[in-house]
């Protein structure tokens, strides 16, 4: 299952690139929100998850929920780059009659749940990973988070029933760029000590680079043998273009056309 | 009801593998024999309502049925948007079994009134709506819910519901049951206060008035053709509900009858009070808001006249 480190980053590369395309191209903003999670996303898909293009439903795939749904551009980069879908059917992304929206939908091929209200992905997630247990199914199941919808009470109402249920299936992983709607995480409603939060709570929980693809691929490949894991994946929003860094602006704004050339010729550069 | 429900429940669970029973803490002395007999199939999952509904949702887009069992206030309203996105938008094959609806809990004041549930969830999309009147019909709804494939809210009573059916009636989902054919009037109503129903025509046919009664135990999909063909035949249709008279059953009747060009005198029965500062057992609340037989026939005879 493992590819390459270098191989990755060069698919994670790729992806952005896709990512800035289809946001210019959808005339759409969150591109901070979605560059922040292609290391998480490229690892797990392209190295980690058993999933399966040519049959999305399998019965035995992992599966894989992308709870901060505003971030969804990066997965259907991912997805389009594994073959669940065209091209052309990518590039429908934020348009009118698309099924590409905003925030993902169950129907598209290879998406395992629909998302975008924040608060409810760990949540499915658990749910999928209890019904792995009972079905006595090997199969994973992976939830990305925004640390921003760790302010939602459902989310811990999650995370107090899977360490309960002892549901070692599941791994979350939070994308930690430290940047909500309104501002700084410790400025709008403070998480830390974070880890030691998801500890208390009964959760094995490691810290990590979440760009850094050998941490990502080390971590995600192991399951505790009794708890939920969760990944503590310390991140830039907007990460990979200069203009972008660490810059809430980009929570929100779409590329300019200029921008748009600046930002590829900037990757194009690392490739 | 609830013992109609678990037992049917149980019996259920013993053919078909796939049924899990999820709690949100709730149905102490209901549910044991469910967890002794299946203790791989029952979860408790705390107090935590929305994260039980999503999950739930989860387990159904894994090949589950779960069934989701809390207090109707607490399986509707609070996490409502968990059913909304989770179970109803993607179509999940989730119960959602609702105890208590209407005055059940009415003693344990208004957070656990339930008069507002019908109304909300009938906005869902995907989401058949029932609300057995007695133990036998929700023996027979259980099943329907369970052999549908899709979410379903079961409306449920509390605890010791008298029988109202003397034989096995043919109860289908989407179909209203005629109870009594009478002429001129007709009533249709839904859930447990039907008993009051049958009551009031008991008075009623003292007076010489005898009234159709129609039991709509599915309020979604509603039984349209039923509302209009029996709408034609009666000169007074009244609906009675133990729910607020807005959004429920007789909103319903009047989005009916107010598309169509049948001329009958219509009244909905139900709770229009504000929130009440005290509380009341079942049939207390049901006096109060005029839904004891005696005034829902007073009601009616008024209105004839």
Redesign the interface.
């Known amino acids: 299952m493992k590819s390459k480190i270098s191989q990755l980053q060069s698919k994670a590369n790729i992806i952005r690139q896709e990512v800035l395309k289809i946001s210019h191209k959808g005339d759409i903003g969150h591109i901070g929100s979605a560059l922040s999670i292609v290391d998480i996303l490229t690892v797990l898909y392209f190295s980690i998850a058993k999933v399966y293009p040519q049959t999305p439903d399998h019965?035995d795939r992992d599966?894989i929920i992308l709870s901060k749904g505003h971030g969804c551009a990066a997965l259907y980069s991912i997805l389009y780059r594994q073959g669940f879908f065209s091209k052309k059917f990518l590039y429908t992304y934020h348009k009118n009659n698309t099924q590409l929206a905003a925030h993902p939908e169950?129907h598209v091929p290879g998406i395992?749940?629909?998302t975008?209200?924040l608060?409810?992905g760990l949540?499915?997630?658990?749910?999928?990973?209890?019904?792995?247990k009972?079905?006595k199914?090997n199969y994973r199941v992976f939830a990305v988070l925004s640390d921003g919808e760790c302010d939602e009470?459902?989310t811990w109402?999650?995370a107090?029933?899977t360490a309960?249920?002892k549901l070692n299936n599941l791994t979350a992983i939070i994308d930690y760029n430290k940047i909500q709607a309104f501002g700084r995480t410790n400025q709008v409603i403070n998480l830390e000590p974070f880890k030691q939060k998801w500890q208390s709570f009964g959760w094995q929980t490691i810290e990590i680079d979440g760009h850094n693809h050998k941490q990502l691929q080390t971590v995600l490949s192991k399951k505790s043998t009794n708890k939920p894991t969760m990944i503590i994946a310390h991140t830039i929003l907007g990460k990979g273009i200069s203009f972008m860094e660490d810059d809430l602006e980009w929570h929100y704004w779409n590329l300019s056309d200029k921008q748009l050339k600046q930002a590829l010729a900037e990757l194009k550069k690392n490739l | 009801m609830r013992i109609a429900f678990i037992k049917t429940l149980e019996k259920l669970a013993e053919k078909n593998k796939c049924i899990s029973l999820l709690t949100g803490d709730l149905g102490f002395t209901v549910f044991e024999n469910f967890q002794k007999k299946f203790p791989n199939r029952f979860f408790n999952l705390g107090i935590a309502e929305s994260n039980m509904m999503a999950m739930a949702a989860g387990m159904a887009l894994c090949d589950q049925i779960p069934i989701v069992y809390s207090i109707a206030t607490f399986a509707s309203l609070r996490p409502y948007e968990f059913i909304r996105n989770d179970i109803c938008y993607q179509n999940a094959n989730v119960k959602i079994i609702a105890a208590g609806g209407g005055f059940g809990y009415g003693l344990a004041g208004i957070s656990h009134t339930n008069i507002e549930d019908l109304a909300i969830m009938r906005l869902l999309p995907n989401l058949i709506i029932l609300c057995p009147a007695d133990p036998i019909e929700t023996e027979i709804l259980t099943k329907q819910a369970i052999k549908h494939k899709g979410p379903v809210y079961l409306r449920l009573g509390k605890t010791n519901e008298p029988k109202l059916h003397f034989s096995q009636p043919n109860l289908k989902i989407g179909e209203g049951f005629i109870m009594q054919q009478g002429k001129k009037i007709a009533i249709f109503t839904t859930g447990g206060i039907l008993d009051n129903v049958i009551k009031a025509s008991k008075i009623l046919k003292i007076k010489n008035i005898i009234p159709t009664i129609v039991n709509f135990h599915t309020i979604k999909p509603l039984d349209i053709n039923l509302i209009k063909k029996l709408s034609k035949q009666h000169e007074y249709i009244f609906t009675v509900e133990e729910h607020s008279i807005i959004g429920g059953l007789g909103s319903a009747v009047a989005e009916i009858l107010s598309e169509s060009d049948i001329k009958v005198e219509f009244k909905r029965l139900g709770i229009d009070k504000a929130y009440s500062k005290t509380a009341g057992n079942q049939q207390f609340l049901r006096n109060r808001h005029g839904l004891s037989p005696q005034k829902i026939a007073t009601t009616i005879k008024k209105d004839l006249t």
């Open positions: 019965p599966r169950i395992d749940a629909s975008g209200s608060g409810h949540s499915l997630a658990a749910g999928m990973a209890l019904a792995g009972i079905n199914k009470g459902s109402e999650a107090l029933v309960h249920q």
